[in-house]
């Protein structure tokens, strides 16, 4: 399995804030990486595809980069209804594999 | 605008099986367009994907599951069904339905996820 390894676990930001996530795969899996965010009590939502395609009616405060094994989710200006956890997820190979999240709180 | 709803028990027994089933709206389970999967999260933790299935060819599990998991089309019914076996207490977790979008495998729509709990 492709383990995919988040970092950090968690972060504290401020409004207005440029947040950036990192993803690691434990191998090459070219640009097959998602990203989601996932509020408490709901269920993830897919922000990025194909490792830097937004995804239709997603803010374009949101961006992601890499391929290859490092990977990059950016917001380049946090607002109130970001705070959540992130999750990739590798679908270069099965079975298809999530990060362990990265929080971000206030 | 294509929704997807679990729909089962939220209690299942230890060593029984449990049984979800996933209704789509908006989309239909037999057109090949999708593939459809299963997820699930337990409390505070992150996220599993469980497998996928499609009109055309055999479900794909995850083989940390595979030899529990059964997964079906009822395209009269228009929905998607889970059967996991011999449940155990680590079993318990929110459980989602999703549908699929090749190559890049995303999902792009997700239930809203429904809990199942493992105990007598």
């Known amino acids: 399995d492709i383990q995919m390894t988040q970092s950090p676990s968690s972060l504290s930001a401020s409004i207005g804030d440029r947040v950036t996530i990192t993803c690691r795969a434990s191998q090459t899996i070219s640009s097959y990486l998602n990203w989601y965010h996932q509020k408490p009590g709901k269920a993830p939502n897919l922000l990025i595809y194909?490792?830097?395609s937004l995804q239709s009616g997603v803010p374009s405060r949101f961006s992601g980069s890499g391929s290859g094994t490092d990977f990059t989710l950016t917001i380049s200006s946090l607002q109130p209804e970001d705070f959540a956890t992130y999750y990739c997820?590798?679908?270069?190979?099965?079975?298809?594999?999530f990060g362990g999240g990265t929080k971000v709180e206030i | 605008q294509v929704q997807l709803q679990e729909l089962g028990p939220g209690l299942v027994k230890p060593s029984q099986t449990l049984s979800l089933t996933c209704s789509v709206s908006?989309?239909?389970?037999?057109?090949?367009?999708?593939?459809w999967s299963w997820i699930r999260q337990p409390a505070g933790k992150g996220l599993e994907w469980i497998g996928r299935i499609y009109t055309s060819g055999n479900p794909n599990y995850n083989p940390s599951l595979k030899s529990r998991v059964t997964m079906s089309l009822d395209t009269s019914k228009n929905q998607f069904s889970l059967n996991l076996t011999s449940v155990t207490a680590a079993d318990t977790a929110v459980y989602y339905c999703a549908k699929l979008i090749r190559p890049q495998w995303y999902f792009d729509v997700w239930g809203r996820g429904t809990l199942v709990t493992v105990s007598s």
């Open positions: 194909a490792a830097s």
């Open positions: 997820q590798q679908s270069y190979s099965t079975p298809l594999t």
């Open positions: 908006g989309a239909s389970v037999s057109s090949g367009t999708y593939y």
